[in-house]
């Protein structure tokens, strides 16, 4: 059962180290380079951890990373799973499961996106405040164990707004162009054609990729508050406006901007 399996991985992960993180924080694309701030205490990989998948993706590591950040202990995962990449969602949100059964606070995701509104370019940084799911699998589907978290998750207060406006001024401070925004998760591995990313920004959408949701969902299941961060690497909107987009382009674009989100995680944990 689910349930076991969290508290296998748990069980080992506590014969590796005893470090007790408030934080943790899920490294996106582009977005690894944060650990060489972490005083790290211990690194352990998830080829080690019972049940854990392991990545597939080359740009991401995979690794959980326990250590001081900000003046903060916190668990980075350093690679996370994508659902494009075959993992099932269960597979894919598993990490946030052991991470909650650690007893973190708060939840910090990063993540690399598309800009589907005029206002928001290349290298700008969104606070997410809400978000549109489209990907066709739900992690909570089937059988629900009450241990984890309830049936019918409520999803009004699911982004920290209170987090998100400190953000945006310590992000004002430092001239860092920051914005709050809409996240649309779709499945990929392809981004979207033009038709789509007009119909994402038609539907409300301010910012769109391929993970955080499944995430996001979990950690509620689990009333873990999350903070999500997200990098844009391409704008989409107004279509006249999308340029042909490689994943060395995206990854450029984002370690570029990844300092600004490193000063604003630091300003943001250490208040
Ligand atoms: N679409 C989907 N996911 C993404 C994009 C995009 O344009 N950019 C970065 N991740």
């Known amino acids: 059962m689910l349930y076991d399996q969290i508290q296998e991985s748990l069980t080992y992960l506590r014969t590796q ?6 934080y ?10 944060l650990t060489d701030s972490i005083q790290i205490e211990v690194e352990i990989d998830y080829k080690n951890i019972p049940h854990f998948p392991v990545s597939t993706v080359e740009s991401h590591k995979g690794k959980l990373v326990f250590g001081t950040f ?12 994508h659902y494009y990449e075959g993992y099932s969602m269960k597979q894919v949100t598993f990490p946030v499961r052991v991470l909650n059964a650690l007893k973190i606070k708060q939840l910090i995701i990063s993540n690399a996106s598309g800009s589907t509104r ?3 370019a290349a290298g700008d940084i969104v606070f ?39 953000a945006i001024q310590i992000a004002r401070t430092h001239n860092i162009r920051a914005h709050e925004g809409v ?20 539907i409300g959408g301010d910012i769109v990729g391929m993970s955080t949701v499944p995430e996001v ?32 382009e995206v990854i450029e674009v984002v370690e ?11 300003e943001l944990l250490s208040e």
């Open 256 to 266: 570029k901007a990844a300092p600004d989100m490193q000063l604003i995680l630091t």
């Open 128 to 166: 997410v405040k809400d978000h549109i799911n489209l990907q066709p699998e739900n992690p909570l589907r089937g059988e629900n164990d009450e241990r984890l978290g309830p049936r019918f998750p409520d999803m009004l207060r699911t982004y920290d707004i209170e987090l998100n406006k400190k």
């Open 217 to 248: 969902l979990v950690a509620r299941h689990e009333g873990l508050p999350v903070f999500v961060i997200s990098v844009v690497s391409n704008q989409c909107y107004p279509i006249e406006s999308i340029r042909e987009t490689t994943i060395e």
């Open 17 to 22: 180290t005893d470090f007790q993180p408030e």
């Open 24 to 33: 943790g924080i899920i490294l996106g694309t582009g977005l690894g380079s």
């Open 70 to 81: 900000a003046g903060r202990r916190i668990v980075a995962m350093s690679g996370r799973f």
């Open 118 to 120: 005029a206002e928001i």
């Open 183 to 202: 996240y649309v998760g779709l499945q990929g591995p392809n981004l979207e054609t033009p038709a789509e990313y007009e119909y994402l920004h038609r």
